[in-house]
Nanobody, 117 residues
Framework: QVQLVESGGGLVQPGGSLRLSCAVSGSIFSINAPAWYRQKLGEQREWVAVIENGGTTNYADAVKGRFTISRDNAKNTVYLQMNNLKPEAPALYYC???????????WGQGPQVTVSS
């Protein structure tokens, strides 16, 4: 059973950087189009970034130019590098992908990211 296990959340000052990791249990090639979403308290979950199977990346306008999604196939891991973080409400960042064989949706556990001085 494929699972997504995240790490890397925490507290960071405005303007700082943080990197989230999403480790795929099993092969990264067993999933399609890994992506990152975030959810602030009291708000709906919003899409942040995606990396397609061919390597093409896309970003939400709110993070474009500051966040970078990448993947390391040898480590079966997807990353979200977040730079120049802005002070805002804490958010849970979720890794998402679908299983290639049956399109079943997978979600990570959603570590919290807090940007505050």
């Amino acid at each position: 059973q494929v699972q997504l296990v995240e790490s890397g959340g925490g507290l960071v000052q405005p303007g700082g950087s943080l990197r989230l990791s999403c480790a795929v249990s099993g092969s990264i090639f067993s999933i399609n189009a890994p992506a990152w979403y975030r959810q602030k308290l009291g708000e709906q979950r919003e899409w942040v970034a995606v990396i397609e199977n061919g390597g093409t990346t896309n970003y939400a306008d709110a993070v474009k130019g500051r966040f970078t999604i990448s993947r390391d196939n040898a480590k079966n891991t997807v990353y979200l590098q977040m730079n120049n973080l802005k002070p805002e409400a804490p958010a849970l960042y979720y890794c998402h992908a679908s299983v290639r064989t049956n399109s079943y949706a997978l979600w990570g556990q959603g570590p919290q990211v807090t940007v505050s001085s």
